[in-house]
């Protein structure tokens, strides 16, 4: 008889290649029409609700592999929550207003911004924002994230806008919003206003120069024939000089050098003189600065005069202690020059060129007034020194160029009003990780009032009306009214309208006797809408709830989206929107390099999943320490193919050796099982625990690791290993092959249910293909529980011990490959030397030459090994060849064929086999 026809060889239509990129599509499309979100939602509705509340990306071009890290990790807990006992909605999210889209339109040519009303303007813009949400969201659902993406908020849509609305209404009324002129970051570039969440620092080469101003009235302290020195790196800001500052503590010096009497910090005397070439000067005068105050100098290039002030800021850390004040140009300026009544001077408009107000320098752009402005000084004789350096400055995030300190009215969001409470309610969230707190409240701790208008045409538009005295009306009812007109039609009609008809009908204010009103023309920062959002989100939608459990975005959103909706929920309802807040570092190249077109290191999440497939992506996120910055290349992509190709096999193994196991029939109860078959499911329950342990702590690289190792060390280089005998020599119904099956099919659907929110497609395609499922989707089950066996200790204990002497038998069989030219370890019979206790163990167990996987093994007292036996680490080692024939079935060598004349070739084990249950059958 052909024996072959008796070996229960693996049967399985799981295929051995992922084939991924084409797969996947069709798996996701499978998904929709059968609305597996919905499904899954609806089987989890009773559950304790879990909400990740979504950062929105901004709606504009392709997705790239931040977007991809950064949609991925959220998928992971929102999938493994809904599999451990949550309801755990998904509502994805976008942020549509804002500059990039007024300057994607124009840049285009999509758009004569000329020819357009600002209401036509708008509406090009949410067209192409709506455009730019349909392109990204195939691109996230490609990924295989799971949500519900046919409903998902978005900031221009007419509900958030009116919930927006109400979150600035109840700020008013809380006081906490205001006008006034104040420096502020400004883009030139952009012509707007910017918030500290839209600044990013860049190299910039700047002048540094001293200039001295003459003292016109010293206050009977001073000769007047001094000169204070100060120094700046914007020589540009001089022409709006109002002040000099001094520290009060601090001791002044009037030193005489070259025939001049200057006024400096002592502290910095002697680096100044080197500097300034002072080879013999004198101090002819020493004073407080406090002593100081109220001394008047003569600006060096106008005809007025600046005022010696007082101020803490003044520090010894660089220039001469003498500190050039531009109140309209600079933040702690602006403080100090308030508390003496000083003007906020700015002589700069809104596209960075000085007007009027800076005589000999009026229609220059700031920058380049830089060299004039010096050339004045040096050709008044003010100029002490001029230098270069190079530092990092302050430019839009957006055009990439420098931006200024420019004083203009605006509208601002107090945040010295809350700031105690924005502090207390950090220090009551979970971060993770833990330097995230630290981080923002020390944001909170030194950041100032929040500047939250934008002199741009596309956002929701300030809702304020003022009167004919041009006061400023915000009140309940305003604000009630024109949140349900915006609800209604949406906030278009702001610019539409005119003031009086976004009134409610007969309105009336003292502040316009004669019914005359205007209104607010600037947009809110973007920030506040997108930080508006656990309102207009989480408290607008029925099936979420404010606080939400956890937010996670980038390390950059500490100054962005953290930092908005904190201050914006805290102001409304006093606690902070996020019970937890997770953070990830940036993506870089394989070298650690940022990614850039022009270096050609770019790696585009479409292209990954057009080689390689979304599965592959998805277990490279989880495979990086993703809080801190992630690499990610064409080499290390390859390499978590290959660990997936690795697991890919492991499933298909067992697949292919379940496909006669009936789990309802064919299962062995724990009691029932062999020891090892016993160890197994205790080491698969080990696993279950440290995974769930894993997801729960968002540590996805414990739940890549443990799977990994599981199946590399436990699985397929152990328990698959000395099983393959079992499952294809013994008969089908055999005692141990069930149990080893039984083993396999728990092993099986643990790994799958797993690693079903890291790698869902292959996950789903396992589930298809193993017997006796109940649920048509993995991701509509639960995860694994973690299962109590009683008496497990001691035999952890025994299989533990046997698996590091098991490793001493695998390298001295590989080594006798190399050196004795036995290439199968059939074909080999192994002694081993080794204590006397770990010789009872092995003699304990039964059918060693299965678990070695050899042709005979003996045991034997490490005292009998002689010289020439190789030691290996916890035993020593002798292999030969096994002596007798191969069997023509299992493939054993053994002396005892021929023991049956009709099987002549056959082992004794193969014989009873083959006899009992084959021949006899046929």
């Given at each position: 008889?052909?024996?072959?026809?008796?070996?229960?060889?693996?049967k399985?239509d799981?295929?051995?290649?992922?084939?991924?990129?084409?797969?996947?599509?069709?798996?996701q499309?499978?998904?929709?029409?059968?609305?597996?979100?919905k499904?899954?939602?609806?089987?989890?509705?009773?559950?304790?609700?879990?909400?990740?509340?979504?950062?929105?990306?901004?709606?504009?071009?392709?997705?790239?592999?931040?977007?991809?890290?950064?949609?991925?990790?959220?998928?992971?807990?929102?999938?493994?929550?809904?599999?451990?006992?949550?309801?755990?909605?998904?509502?994805?999210?976008?942020?549509?207003?804002?500059?990039p889209?007024?300057?994607?339109?124009?840049?285009?040519?999509?758009?004569?911004?000329?020819?357009?009303?600002?209401?036509?303007?708008?509406?090009?813009?949410?067209?192409y924002?709506l455009?730019?949400?349909?392109?990204?969201?195939?691109?996230?659902?490609?990924?295989?994230?799971?949500?519900?993406?046919?409903?998902?908020?978005?900031?221009?849509t007419?509900?958030?806008?009116?919930?927006?609305?109400?979150?600035?209404?109840?700020?008013a009324?809380?006081?906490?919003?205001?006008?006034g002129?104040?420096?502020?970051?400004?883009?030139?570039?952009?012509?707007?206003?910017?918030?500290?969440?839209?600044?990013?620092?860049?190299?910039?080469?700047?002048?540094?120069?001293?200039?001295?101003?003459?003292?016109?009235?010293?206050?009977?302290?001073?000769?007047?024939?001094?000169?204070?020195?100060?120094?700046?790196?914007?020589?540009?800001?001089?022409?709006?000089?109002?002040?000099?500052?001094?520290?009060?503590?601090?001791?002044?010096v009037?030193?005489?050098?070259?025939?001049?009497?200057?006024?400096?910090?002592?502290?910095?005397?002697?680096?100044?003189?080197g500097?300034?070439?002072?080879?013999?000067?004198?101090?002819?005068?020493?004073?407080k600065?406090?002593?100081?105050?109220?001394?008047?100098?003569k600006?060096?290039?106008?005809?007025?005069?600046?005022?010696?002030?007082?101020?803490?800021?003044?520090?010894?850390?660089?220039?001469?202690?003498?500190?050039?004040?531009?109140?309209?140009h600079?933040?702690?300026?602006?403080?100090?020059?308030?508390?003496?009544?000083?003007?906020?001077?700015?002589?700069?408009?809104?596209?960075?060129?000085?007007?009027e107000?800076?005589?000999?320098?009026?229609?220059?752009?700031?920058?380049?007034?830089?060299?004039?402005?010096?050339?004045?000084?040096?050709?008044?004789?003010?100029?002490?020194?001029?230098?270069?350096?190079?530092?990092?400055?302050?430019?839009?995030?957006?055009?990439?160029?420098?931006?200024?300190?420019?004083?203009?009215?605006?509208?601002?969001?107090?945040?010295?009003?809350?700031?105690?409470?924005?502090?207390?309610?950090?220090?009551?969230v979970?971060?993770?990780?833990?330097?995230?707190?630290?981080?923002?409240?020390?944001?909170?701790?030194?950041?100032?009032?929040?500047?939250?208008?934008?002199?741009?045409?596309?956002?929701?538009?300030?809702?304020?009306?003022?009167?004919?005295?041009?006061?400023?009306?915000?009140?309940?009812?305003?604000?009630?009214?024109?949140?349900?007109?915006?609800?209604?039609?949406?906030?278009?009609?702001?610019?539409?309208?005119?003031?009086?008809?976004?009134?409610?009908?007969?309105?009336?204010?003292?502040?316009?006797?004669?019914?005359?009103?205007?209104?607010?023309?600037?947009?809110?920062?973007?920030?506040?809408?997108?930080?508006?959002?656990?309102?207009?989100?989480?408290?607008?939608?029925e099936?979420?709830?404010?606080?939400?459990?956890?937010?996670?975005?980038?390390?950059?959103q500490?100054?962005?989206?953290?930092?908005?909706?904190?201050?914006?929920?805290?102001?409304?309802?006093g606690?902070?929107?996020?019970?937890?807040?997770?953070?990830?570092?940036?993506?870089?190249?394989?070298?650690?390099?940022?990614m850039?077109?022009?270096?050609?290191?770019?790696?585009?999440?479409?292209?990954?999943?057009?080689?390689?497939?979304?599965?592959?992506?998805?277990?490279?996120?989880?495979?990086?320490?993703?809080?801190?910055?992630?690499?990610?290349?064409?080499?290390?992509?390859?390499?978590?193919?290959?660990?997936?190709?690795?697991?890919?096999?492991?499933?298909?193994?067992?697949?292919?050796?379940?496909?006669?196991?009936?789990?309802?029939?064919?299962?062995?109860?724990?009691?029932?099982l062999?020891?090892?078959?016993?160890?197994?499911?205790?080491?698969?329950?080990?696993?279950?625990?440290?995974?769930?342990?894993?997801?729960?702590?968002y540590?996805?690289?414990?739940?890549?690791?443990?799977?990994?190792?599981?199946?590399?060390?436990?699985?397929?280089?152990?328990?698959?290993?000395?099983?393959?005998?079992t499952?294809?020599?013994?008969?089908?119904?055999?005692?141990?092959?069930?149990g080893?099956?039984?083993?396999?099919?728990?092993?099986?659907?643990?790994l799958?249910?797993?690693?079903?929110?890291?790698?869902?497609?292959?996950?789903?395609?396992?589930?298809?293909?193993?017997?006796?499922?109940?649920?048509?989707a993995?991701?509509?089950?639960?995860?694994?529980?973690?299962?109590?066996?009683?008496?497990?200790?001691?035999?952890?204990?025994?299989?533990?011990?046997f698996?590091?002497?098991?490793?001493?038998?695998?390298?001295?069989?590989?080594?006798?490959?190399?050196?004795?030219?036995?290439?199968?370890?059939?074909?080999?019979?192994?002694?081993?030397?080794?204590?006397?206790?770990?010789?009872?163990?092995?003699?304990?167990?039964?059918?060693?030459?299965?678990?070695?996987?050899?042709?005979?093994?003996?045991?034997?007292?490490?005292?009998?090994?002689?010289e020439?036996?190789?030691?290996?680490?916890?035993?020593?080692?002798?292999?030969?060849?096994?002596?007798?024939?191969?069997?023509e079935?299992?493939?054993?060598?053994?002396?005892?064929?021929?023991?049956?004349?009709?099987?002549?070739?056959?082992?004794?084990?193969?014989?009873?086999?083959?006899?009992?249950?084959?021949?006899?059958?046929?």
């Amino acid at each position: 008889m052909n024996y072959k026809d008796t070996l229960l060889m693996p049967k399985t239509d799981f295929p051995m290649r992922g084939n991924l990129p084409n797969r996947e599509p069709d798996m996701q499309d499978e998904w929709n029409e059968r609305e597996v979100y919905k499904k899954v939602q609806e089987r989890t509705k009773d559950r304790p609700l879990f909400i990740l509340h979504d950062g929105p990306p901004y709606a504009n071009g392709d997705i790239h592999m931040g977007h991809a890290l950064n949609k991925i990790l959220k998928d992971f807990i929102v999938r493994s929550k809904s599999m451990t006992g949550y309801n755990a909605p998904y509502v994805p999210g976008w942020d549509t207003h804002g500059l990039p889209i007024e300057t994607a339109l124009t840049k285009k040519g999509k758009v004569d911004r000329k020819k357009l009303s600002i209401a036509e303007f708008r509406q090009k813009c949410e067209e192409y924002a709506l455009e730019q949400i349909d392109s990204q969201r195939e691109q996230f659902k490609r990924l295989g994230v799971r949500g519900d993406w046919e409903n998902p908020y978005v900031t221009l849509t007419h509900e958030y806008e009116a919930q927006q609305i109400q979150v600035f209404g109840e700020m008013a009324k809380k006081g906490y919003i205001y006008k006034g002129k104040k420096p502020v970051y400004w883009s030139p570039s952009s012509e707007s206003a910017l918030a500290e969440a839209e600044i990013e620092y860049h190299d910039k080469r700047s002048a540094s120069i001293y200039v001295s101003f003459d003292v016109t009235e010293g206050k009977g302290i001073l000769l007047g024939d001094e000169k204070f020195v100060i120094w700046t790196t914007t020589p540009w800001t001089i022409p709006a000089n109002l002040a000099i500052a001094l520290h009060p503590e601090l001791d002044y010096v009037v030193v005489r050098a070259n025939e001049e009497k200057y006024v400096v910090a002592e502290g910095l005397l002697e680096e100044l003189a080197g500097k300034f070439e002072w080879e013999n000067y004198e101090i002819t005068g020493r004073f407080k600065g406090q002593q100081l105050e109220g001394i008047r100098t003569k600006h060096p290039l106008y005809d007025r005069e600046s005022l010696i002030i007082l101020g803490d800021h003044v520090t010894l850390e660089a220039g001469t202690g003498c500190v050039h004040t531009a109140p309209g140009h600079g933040e702690d300026d602006y403080i100090v020059g308030q508390r003496y009544e000083l003007d906020v001077l700015c002589p700069v408009d809104d596209k960075g060129v000085f007007t009027e107000e800076a005589p000999m320098f009026e229609g220059m752009f700031y920058d380049k007034a830089n060299k004039p402005i010096t050339d004045k000084l040096k050709e008044a004789g003010k100029l002490l020194y001029l230098d270069f350096f190079t530092h990092s400055y302050p430019h839009d995030w957006r055009t990439k160029k420098p931006v200024i300190y420019r004083a203009t009215a605006q509208w601002f969001a107090s945040i010295d009003d809350i700031r105690d409470n924005l502090l207390s309610e950090v220090e009551k969230v979970e971060w993770l990780p833990k330097w995230g707190e630290t981080r923002l409240y020390n944001m909170v701790r030194d950041r100032g009032d929040w500047c939250i208008s934008r002199q741009r045409a596309w956002g929701v538009p300030i809702p304020i009306f003022y009167g004919e005295d041009g006061e400023p009306i915000i009140t309940d009812e305003t604000i009630s009214h024109v949140s349900e007109l915006f609800r209604k039609h949406g906030s278009n009609i702001w610019f539409e309208k005119e003031a009086k008809e976004l009134l409610p009908a007969g309105y009336t204010s003292e502040h316009s006797p004669n019914g005359t009103f205007t209104k607010e023309t600037d947009i809110m920062d973007v920030w506040f809408d997108s930080g508006s959002s656990h309102q207009a989100v989480l408290e607008e939608r029925e099936d979420l709830q404010r606080p939400a459990d956890v937010y996670l975005e980038g390390s950059d959103q500490y100054r962005g989206w953290f930092n908005s909706s904190l201050t914006t929920s805290v102001a409304v309802t006093g606690k902070a929107p996020f019970k937890s807040v997770v953070s990830h570092g940036f993506t870089l190249d394989g070298k650690g390099k940022k990614m850039s077109k022009s270096l050609g290191n770019v790696i585009v999440p479409d292209k990954v999943m057009k080689q390689l497939g979304a599965d592959i992506l998805r277990l490279w996120v989880s495979s990086v320490d993703y809080q801190a910055d992630v690499r990610v290349s064409d080499d290390i992509l390859k390499q978590v193919a290959e660990v997936y190709r690795k697991i890919r096999n492991t499933f298909r193994f067992m697949l292919g050796n379940l496909a006669d196991f009936d789990p309802k029939k064919d299962n062995v109860d724990y009691d029932s099982l062999s020891s090892l078959n016993q160890y197994m499911l205790v080491k698969i329950n080990d696993l279950v625990k440290d995974v769930r342990k894993a997801y729960d702590d968002y540590q996805f690289s414990t739940v890549y690791n443990k799977v990994h190792n599981f199946c590399t060390i436990e699985l397929s280089s152990f328990f698959m290993d000395i099983a393959k005998d079992t499952l294809y020599t013994e008969h089908a119904d055999h005692p141990e092959r069930r149990g080893i099956q039984t083993v396999m099919y728990e092993a099986l659907t643990t790994l799958v249910k797993l690693l079903s929110p890291i790698i869902p497609h292959t996950a789903e395609e396992v589930w298809k293909h193993i017997p006796g499922t109940d649920s048509e989707a993995v991701q509509a089950t639960d995860m694994p529980e973690v299962q109590s066996f009683s008496g497990v200790d001691e035999t952890v204990a025994k299989w533990d011990r046997f698996m590091h002497l098991r490793d001493d038998v695998m390298k001295a069989l590989e080594d006798a490959r190399n050196d004795q030219g036995i290439k199968k370890n059939l074909h080999a019979a192994v002694e081993v030397f080794t204590s006397d206790q770990d010789k009872a163990l092995l003699e304990s167990i039964h059918e060693l030459t299965k678990l070695f996987i050899t042709s005979e093994v003996k045991v034997s007292s490490m005292e009998s090994a002689t010289e020439d036996v190789k030691k290996y680490d916890e035993m020593a080692v002798r292999v030969t060849r096994a002596e007798g024939e191969t069997c023509e079935r299992c493939w054993v060598v053994s002396t005892e064929l021929g023991k049956h004349p009709e099987h002549p070739n056959l082992c004794p084990d193969c014989t009873e086999t083959v006899v009992n249950h084959y021949v006899s059958q046929s």
